[in-house]
């Protein structure tokens, strides 16, 4: 099987790694092979978090500069800071609703022009699928779901090898039953984002 590589990125405590969980389980339902690792710098005070998940026959998680076949990002900078992992093909999925970090809100910082960073993703890459992801994720039910409606985009794109069903069942088993019906309306939201994107 062709490998398929994804780098996620996002903010400490926006559910990165949930999603990861949740595709790992996914893959494992739909019989594709899949490895996973995780960097955490400084998750717990709002630092970021990439996840490298290969799929397909892999020997490594590793994913370097130009590799990845798709990127998410669930914080438009975070996505902007991992665009060198990204290539001519790549397609990026990205949420455009902002986190700015600390240092912005006491001036010591200054946060990206968003229109400037999709202009630089859409010259970089070979898709640009962006859209207000907390917007969604708060129609369906939890402002907590934005991982998973950016799985819903990710999962429409067809790039990785995972039916939707498939990964409808892994949030059903990998995420708290109370919010189960939110995340699979969030899903659902984030699949039609980006078929219409």
């Given at each position: 099987?062709e490998k398929t590589r994804?780098?996620?990125?996002?903010?400490?405590?926006?559910?990165?790694?949930?999603?990861?969980?949740?595709?790992?389980?996914?893959?494992?339902?739909?019989?594709?092979?899949?490895?996973?690792?995780?960097?955490?710098?400084?998750?717990?005070?709002?630092?970021?978090?990439?996840?490298?998940?290969?799929?397909?026959?892999?020997?490594?998680?590793?994913?370097?500069?130009?590799?990845?076949?798709?990127?998410?990002?669930?914080?438009?900078?975070?996505?902007?800071?991992?665009?060198?992992?990204?290539?001519?093909?790549?397609?990026?999925?990205?949420?455009?609703?902002?986190?700015?970090?600390?240092?912005?809100?006491?001036?010591?910082?200054?946060?990206?022009?968003?229109?400037?960073?999709?202009?630089?993703?859409?010259?970089?890459?070979?898709?640009?699928?962006?859209?207000?992801?907390?917007?969604?994720?708060?129609?369906?039910?939890?402002?907590?779901?934005?991982?998973?409606?950016?799985?819903?985009?990710?999962?429409?794109?067809?790039i990785v090898p995972i039916?939707?069903e498939n990964l409808e069942?892994?949030?059903?088993?990998?995420?708290?039953?109370?919010?189960?019906?939110?995340?699979?309306?969030?899903?659902?939201?984030?699949?039609?984002?980006?078929?219409?994107?």
């Amino acid at each position: 099987m062709e490998k398929t590589r994804l780098i996620i990125v996002a903010v400490g405590g926006q559910g990165n790694l949930l999603a990861s969980k949740v595709l790992g389980e996914a893959a494992l339902l739909s019989g594709v092979p899949v490895r996973m690792s995780e960097i955490h710098g400084m998750a717990q005070r709002g630092g970021v978090v990439e996840s490298a998940i290969v799929f397909g026959d892999a020997k490594s998680t590793i994913i370097s500069d130009g590799e990845a076949n798709v990127l998410v990002g669930f914080e438009p900078s975070e996505t902007l800071r991992a665009l060198n992992k990204c290539n001519a093909e790549t397609t990026v999925i990205t949420n455009m609703a902002p986190l700015p970090p600390f240092t912005v809100a006491i001036g010591r910082g200054t946060y990206p022009d968003l229109d400037q960073a999709q202009r630089l993703i859409r010259a970089k890459t070979k898709r640009l699928i962006a859209f207000d992801a907390v917007e969604l994720a708060t129609t369906a039910g939890s402002v907590m779901s934005v991982n998973i409606v950016l799985l819903g985009a990710l999962i429409q794109t067809g790039i990785v090898p995972i039916p939707k069903e498939n990964l409808e069942e892994a949030i059903r088993t990998k995420t708290k039953k109370a919010f189960v019906e939110a995340n699979l309306r969030a899903f659902d939201l984030g699949f039609s984002a980006a078929k219409n994107a």
